[in-house]
């Protein structure tokens, strides 16, 4: 399998959009992730010089660990991999540190920095068979346009019909799907767990 991604510079920053997971050729989707903001996946090599010298550039990527951990998942839960994984994101500034990035976003959208990026339309939405949330449990009271994203997100999987899941804490936020540590096999597990129980049986009653 590898990664694809479309990359850009704007103002100071990197931006990664139109991220997915390739597995064997065809192009149809298998399901799709939101999750927080791009993490450490990069362009290598020609590609990395054709985005600093073009300003945006598509390529294949790194595989970063959370990218490893959802390929895991994929093996693990699903037996034929032919397709894509969709990764979408709240927010698209790319940065390794959750407080980190959410304040940056913050930043980017209070001083009219960030850029337009349009949530995908509900046709996109619907080509997923299903979605998996994981946009961490981070939670401040400043966050406006943060806890808006979010929102936004939950409103559009409604709209969608799109069957969800994810592993939820107390406080009804999900869990990023790759944590740090030695918790990061448990929530490997738990993910196949909420796959197994809540999508799967929907896929066979369409068989």
Same mark, same amino acid.
């Given at each position: 399998? /590898? ?61 970063? &660990? ?13 037996? &034929? ?9 709240? $927010?698209?500034?790319? &940065? ?8 940056? +976003? ?16 509900? $046709?996109?939405?619907?080509?997923? @068979? ?15 346009? +943060? ?36 918790? /990061? ?15 799967? @049986? ?6």
């Amino acid at each position: 399998m /590898k990664a694809i991604a479309t990359f850009q510079l704007i103002g100071e920053e990197v931006y990664r959009t139109n991220t997915y997971i390739q597995f064997g050729t065809s192009r149809k989707s298998l399901g799709a992730v939101v999750m927080l903001n791009p993490g450490s996946a990069d362009l290598q090599g020609e590609a990395r010089k054709k985005l600093i010298m073009n300003g945006s550039h598509t390529d294949e990527t790194t595989i970063d &660990n959370t990218m490893r951990q959802l390929i895991q998942f994929m093996k693990e839960a699903h037996t &034929n991999l032919d397709g894509r994984l969709h990764i979408y994101n709240l $927010f698209y500034v790319r &940065n390794t540190n959750g407080v980190e990035s959410i304040n940056l +976003f913050e930043h980017l959208k209070a001083t009219g920095k960030y850029p337009t990026i349009a949530l995908p339309s509900l $046709f996109e939405m619907t080509q997923h @068979p299903w979605l998996l949330i994981g946009w961490g449990v981070e939670k401040r009271s400043k966050w406006k346009y +943060f806890e808006k994203e979010k929102r936004e997100w939950l409103q559009l999987i409604q709209d969608s019909g799109i069957p969800s899941f994810g592993i939820l804490s107390e406080n009804n936020e999900y869990y990023h799907p790759c944590p740090r540590g030695p918790v /990061k096999t448990e929530r490997l597990q738990q993910l196949i767990e909420a796959y197994n129980s809540n999508i799967k @049986p929907l896929s066979i009653k369409k068989l």
